[in-house]
């Protein structure tokens, strides 16, 4: 069979073949179709020859097998260092054997690399931090990520996920109208507690443009109160847009780049639109390296740099509590051994490193912040990046690799974890639940709201 | 055949040798690609070069990278091996001799001990690197006949002259089999992943641009190799 009815070369660009998917229980047939789909060999190559620039073909070609990179990753860590999980070996024996082919591969070498690229890589960059040459096999995990889309050859609810930001423009089938209600409720709600407290849509000129995650009006909407709060009593001039207010990329993690050049133009256009002296995204990492990090990229910016400046959450956070915009009651501080997730795609990717321990300095009683052992830009991926988390053909490998975080977090003896990442929150979220290890896991805006020291008026107690 | 050897074919490898390596780093760099890389090089040069400063000498240095300090003995034997295999050809007396001839001037030369001991390191970490490549599993999956094939060809010359420096068995014959071999090993400079010789430079160079632009470095993060 040359394309499925589901599985195929095409993205998901309609409504109806985006239902069509979902109503697959669990991708039975998506994968099934797979099985029997053509791998159309000149395109890949061809494609291979236009992309592979000198950057890739020269670490593919001058890797010295000195399986430096093992031990880096956590994946081959936790699977009992099995020889098939170093980084080298995996990139080697997927996309560096589709090169030696020029492209001439058969199906069932397809479905393994597409295994391999999204069950055991999550695209964390850390094994390039202990290569001599300075190889970045996570990045070229991305680029065979590509490769593998562009054939049709992904998992199941990544196919879905770009399909969805293509028909929605965002991760979740949230459409502008539910989203500006979705604000005004939260700002009606939000409102009897905090009097004056606005949710300003598509207001021009303001200081700051607010953008976030699809899942927050679609699952915890009171994020996005949280957030409404926090700017409220910084007393920041602050909007959101209608258009243009999802900062995620699941299209990132699926390897579908021209989508992702949409999603991220569409925010770009947001920020055009309403000229705002900057932006702040939410607490999500791969959303901030898709539109600020990656995104100028994918949008043809020149300086590599958004429209505006574009910074994560913790660095308004950070800024807004030095600046005494948000001022902690020292009797709410956390006052119980604490922990720190650094996100690999804002720590590793852009070295966002201090601020987020400066936040801590702020909220935690001094004494009481315990490091992860390796920390900031030498941390561990939650174990759920790169996509991993959301794919259910691959759990149980997304189970394992969850332990290397459990024994992290365990080793801490910290009850408390604080994670301002949706992905690494997630990831949090399911290991406590697989492993039962009793902790809490927390992002930072409920955390500071609890212990703000508020002038007296601005909240109505009930 | 010594006088040819050391004559016009000498500086026909050195042509094609040094000629070779300059093209390998002229198409690296020409190759790059700011919107496929994703880093805007040009736009910020002067974090890029500082990356690339701090990502080439983090490594250049044993203790400089963690993942040097994490590893001391095979940084130990890697750090010996390349140390002796640039430092002995470079700074040995004959050949200092020959380019003083040729040229009419020379480095300074080492010490005839320190030359042999050298030479000595570089064998016996090479045969190091090769029973580590049988021991550990998670290298000898990687490795395959062509990752022996660049270390015969690397050691080659030290054992050749070697036995030529200690007049065991036949000197002349010894003395073309380490010239040729030496010759062997600096054709595949450029050809073979032997290029890594000007090549890690480059790619450490691209890494630290990455982060020294895009990952951290705009922000004025310093990247803890």
């Not at chain 1, 174990?383 to 975080?405: P, W």
């Not at chain 2, 963690?66 to 590893?71: E, F, L, M, S, T």
Request: glycine content about 8%; charged content about 20%.
């Amino acid at each position: 069979m040359p394309q499925g009815k589901l599985c195929n070369r095409q993205p998901i660009k309609t409504d109806e073949q985006l239902k069509l998917t979902l109503s697959d229980k669990s991708g039975k047939q998506y994968y099934a179709e797979m099985k029997e789909l053509d791998v159309d060999t000149n395109a890949l190559w061809a494609t291979i020859q236009k992309t592979m620039k000198s950057r890739i073909k020269t670490w593919l070609e001058i890797c010295a097998h000195c399986g430096m990179c093992a031990d880096s990753c956590f994946l081959y860590q936790v699977n009992d260092c099995v020889p098939e999980q170093v980084p080298s070996y995996k990139i080697q024996s997927t996309l560096g054997h589709i090169v030696k082919k020029k492209g001439q591969v058969d199906n069932e070498f397809m479905r393994h690399c597409m295994k391999v690229a999204w069950s055991q890589c999550t695209c964390c960059n850390r094994c390039g931090m202990y290569c001599p040459h300075g190889i970045d096999m996570g990045v070229m995990f991305s680029y065979l990520r590509g490769l593998l889309y562009s054939q049709g050859f992904v998992p199941w609810e990544l196919k879905i996920g770009s399909g969805m930001h293509r028909v929605y423009r965002a991760q979740m089938d949230v459409t502008t109208e539910d989203w500006v209600e979705t604000c005004e409720w939260m700002a009606e709600e939000t409102e009897e507690e905090w009097p004056g407290l606005t949710i300003p849509v598509d207001k021009k000129d303001a200081d700051i443009m607010y953008t976030c995650n699809a899942r927050e009006p679609k699952h915890y909407p009171e994020d996005l109160a949280e957030a409404a709060v926090l700017f409220h009593v910084a007393g920041e001039n602050w909007t959101v847009p209608s258009e243009g207010w999802e900062q995620t990329s699941l299209s990132m993690f699926a390897g579908d780049w021209e989508c992702c050049k949409d999603n991220v133009n569409h925010v770009y256009d947001a920020i055009e639109r309403l000229n705002p002296a900057r932006v702040t995204g939410t607490e999500c990492g791969h959303a901030h390296r898709a539109t600020v990090i990656e995104g100028p990229y994918w949008a043809g910016r020149e300086d590599g740099l958004p429209p505006k400046p574009y910074i994560h959450y913790v660095e308004w956070l950070a800024e807004a509590l030095r600046e005494g915009k948000l001022k902690i009651d020292p009797a709410k501080r956390i006052k119980e051994p604490v922990t720190l997730q650094d996100s690999c795609n804002y720590v590793r990717n852009q070295g966002l490193k201090d601020v987020t321990r400066e936040i801590l300095s702020y909220i935690v009683e001094p004494g009481y912040f315990v490091e992860m052992a390796p920390n900031k830009e030498h941390n561990y991926c939650c174990g759920g990046g790169g996509g991993f988390n959301g794919i259910g053909l691959y759990r149980e490998q997304r189970n394992v690799a969850l332990r290397k975080k459990m024994d992290q977090i365990l080793d801490t003896g910290c009850k408390l974890v604080i994670a301002p990442c949706h992905n690494c929150w997630d990831a949090i979220r399911d290991l406590e639940e697989e492993y039962e290890i009793g902790i809490r896991w927390s992002f930072l805006k409920p955390l500071i709201i609890g212990m703000l020291d508020i002038p007296e008026g601005m909240r109505v107690e009930w | 055949m010594y006088e040819l050897l050391t004559g016009p074919i000498m500086w026909l490898v050195f042509a094609i040798s040094f000629g070779g390596l300059l093209v390998r780093v002229v198409l690296y760099f020409k190759g790059l690609n700011q919107q496929l890389d994703r880093v805007a090089y040009k736009a910020h040069l002067s974090y890029g070069l500082k990356g690339a400063f701090n990502s080439i000498i983090s490594w250049l240095n044993p203790v400089g990278a963690r993942a040097w300090r994490k590893k001391p003995g095979f940084t130990l034997i890697f750090f010996a091996f390349h140390i002796g295999l640039l430092a002995t050809p470079i700074f040995l007396a004959a050949h200092n001799i020959m380019l003083q001839e040729n040229l009419g001037f020379g480095l300074p030369q080492l010490p005839a001990f320190l030359a042999d001991l050298l030479s000595w390191t570089v064998i016996v970490a090479c045969v190091a690197i090769i029973l580590r490549r049988i021991a550990l599993p998670e290298v000898r999956i990687l490795t395959t006949a062509y990752d022996y094939l660049m270390l015969l060809i690397t050691v080659a010359p030290f054992v050749t002259g070697l036995i030529a420096r200690y007049q065991m068995g036949d000197y002349q014959f010894w003395l073309l089999a380490h010239i040729i071999s030496g010759q062997i090993w600096l054709l595949c400079l450029p050809f073979t992943k032997l290029s890594h010789c000007v090549l890690f430079f480059c790619s450490r160079a691209q890494l630290g641009m990455d982060y020294g632009i895009k990952r951290g470095g705009l922000k004025g993060s310093t990247f803890s190799w």
